[in-house]
């Protein structure tokens, strides 16, 4: 008889999974505390150009959002490749922004109004054009304090 | 002896778990939102637009950019890489150049008594200029200038800007204030 011969017929202890809630349960509430909700799903292309004089957009109730860039694929058909507005769910045309801010600022408690900004979310590769008919709209519906979102880029 | 309560099966709370979790992992975003902040200017009528308001040449820093994404800097061709320094350079005249802009005398808590710069810096894009190249160009001036009061602030109270409170970071601002202004775009350079 050696020493060291298997006993037949003994097996495995199961692993315990009783820890296992706990382990996700902490992953779930890293992801909720690191991340943010999705504003809206994105009808258009943008990739955001690089800068380095960032600020960042701290009470996010009191941003509203205007995306700028190519519609995706599935919506070239209809709306075709030139950049295009989107405001909230749908395009848009730059008419439509004096309304949208208007919309917006109704939305939020009087107190809150005057420190609203407006983050300009534009694809690099968009011509200034739209974005300074963009801007004059801005102006005209004195949304004056804006944002353009940028991305980090490590200083030279 | 009281009835023992049958104990809750605790199996499923890790399937339950992670359906939270994927459920979480895929209505949000990571990334935080940053970016440029900048004031634009009041709306004004265009029937009310004084076209006499007029300010001397070497007060004006004048950037355009083409539909090329070419930079005209003072009348010459730039480089983005050098903007920087030129726009430094404008906005503190350290040596009180001639072709630079005019600086005035005012008062400024902290500091007393600084001669605060009139320069304006003016940028122009064309209507088919790249978004990418127009906020690499804002992010050049705005850094000049930022580079500018970090500079100050860390001479005067030995810390970076951002750190100052309220008052002193105000004064900074009145010695180096933001001054980019941005023209109605119209066609530059290129046909």
């Known amino acids: 008889m050696s020493k060291f011969r298997k006993k037949g017929g003994k097996e495995l202890p199961p692993i315990s999974t009783a820890s296992l809630p706990d382990i996700v349960f902490m992953l779930l509430f890293f992801f909720m505390v690191s991340t943010t909700m999705r504003e809206v799903t994105y009808m258009v292309h943008i990739k955001l150009p690089d800068a380095t004089e960032l600020s960042k957009l701290e009470k996010k109730s009191l941003v509203s959002y205007i995306y700028v860039g190519e519609p995706l694929p599935q919506y070239q058909k209809t709306f075709g490749v030139a950049p295009r507005i989107q405001l909230n769910d749908q395009f848009a045309n730059v008419a439509d922004i004096q309304d949208y801010i208007i919309a917006e600022r109704e939305s939020r408690a009087e107190e809150e109004r005057p420190h609203m900004i407006t983050s300009l979310k534009v694809d690099e590769n968009t011509k200034m054009g739209i974005v300074t008919d963009i801007k004059q709209e801005l102006r005209k519906s004195a949304a004056l304090h804006i944002n353009y979102s940028s991305r980090q880029r490590a200083e030279r | ?191």
């Open chain 2, 1 to 191: 002896m009281a009835r023992k309560v049958p104990e809750i099966p605790a199996a499923s709370l890790a399937d339950i778990a992670f359906m939270l979790l994927i459920f979480f992992l895929v209505t949000t975003t990571m990334d935080v939102d940053s970016g440029l902040e900048r004031r634009l200017p009041q709306w004004v009528p265009p029937e009310q637009l004084d076209e006499d308001q007029q300010i001397k040449e070497r007060n004006v820093f004048v950037v355009l950019v083409n539909r090329n994404n070419d930079l005209l800097v003072e009348g010459e061709y730039a480089n983005i890489e050098n903007l920087r320094e030129r726009a430094k350079e404008f906005m503190a005249n350290p040596y009180n150049d001639e072709t630079l802009p005019e600086k005035e005398p005012k008062q400024v808590p902290y500091f007393g008594e600084m001669m605060v710069t009139k320069g304006v810096i003016s940028l122009r894009n064309d209507m088919d200029t790249q978004y990418g190249t127009y906020i690499a160009v804002q992010n050049e001036l705005v850094a000049a200038i930022n580079e500018l009061r970090n500079e100050l602030a860390r001479e005067q109270f030995g810390k970076p800007y951002s750190e100052l409170n309220m008052d002193q970071q105000n004064a900074v601002r009145e010695i180096y204030p933001s001054r980019i202004s941005e023209a109605e775009p119209k066609k530059v350079g290129g046909n």
